[in-house]
């Protein structure tokens, strides 16, 4: 089975200081960490500290990484700002003319707008939910010609075809940009690949085989 690598290594943020290997459900992994400004509950000395999280990010292969762009958090708290701020009252204040009105029952405005609102309590209790758990990966200069998380890049098969994505956290997941989630398979098999390499993605049509033309952390210009 492939290695997982975790969540520093997927962001590209730590220099190599220690390579530790870990194995647990069958999966084999090994991480390059900086022990540096780590902190784990519980955890005090190093070694421990970095064997916690090994664990918890290497050897769970089905864990999700709660990892977003500063953009794409940017995105979501102005989402729940508008919906806290302004849009709930907005649809408050109908709701509570419609109730003014009389029998409820047969009232389509208070029914409808009832109903959205719940809907926008819902959304406001998951972006507040969502924001406190997600981590902003910032750009940074050690990542510069291998693909990390918020890297766009150029891929080419063998037939030619030509495909450019960015790898980002699922609640950014926008196709018609080539926007692809951390957590998908070609997200997976790409980290760490630089330009040249070539990289193999299970599909459920068979194993697909790109190769990497262009690493970049600035978005393709239309013209390009």
């Not at 109908?94 to 926008?120: C, F, W």
């Amino acid at each position: 089975m492939a290695s997982r690598k975790g969540i520093f290594l997927i962001a590209g943020l730590l220099p190599t200081e220690h390579t530790l290997t870990c194995a647990a459900e069958s999966v084999c992994c090994s991480l390059p960490v900086n022990t540096a400004g780590l902190s784990i509950s519980g955890v005090s000395d190093t070694n421990s500290r970095i064997t916690a999280l090994l664990f918890s990010y290497t050897c769970h292969p089905m864990k999700k990484a709660h990892l977003i762009t500063r953009a794409g958090w940017q995105a979501l708290d102005r989402e729940l700002k508008y919906l806290w701020k302004e849009y709930r009252p907005e649809i408050t204040k109908k709701v509570q003319e419609a109730a003014a009105q009389g029998d409820r029952s047969e009232n389509a405005d208070y029914t409808y707008n009832k109903r959205l609102l719940r809907q926008i309590d819902s959304r406001v209790r998951y972006l507040v939910k969502r924001l406190e758990e997600l981590k902003i990966v910032d750009y940074d200069p050690q990542q510069e010609g291998k693909i990390f998380f918020g890297a766009w890049f150029e891929l080419e098969n063998q037939e030619g075809e030509v495909v450019r994505y960015r790898i980002v956290g699922k609640d950014e997941l926008d196709t018609k940009l080539g926007y692809i989630t951390i957590d998908s398979p070609m997200a997976r098999a790409l980290i760490g690949k630089q330009v040249d390499d070539e990289v193999s993605v299970q599909t459920p049509s068979g194993v697909k085989y790109w190769y990497v033309n262009v690493i970049r952390y600035q978005p393709f210009d239309d013209a390009e």
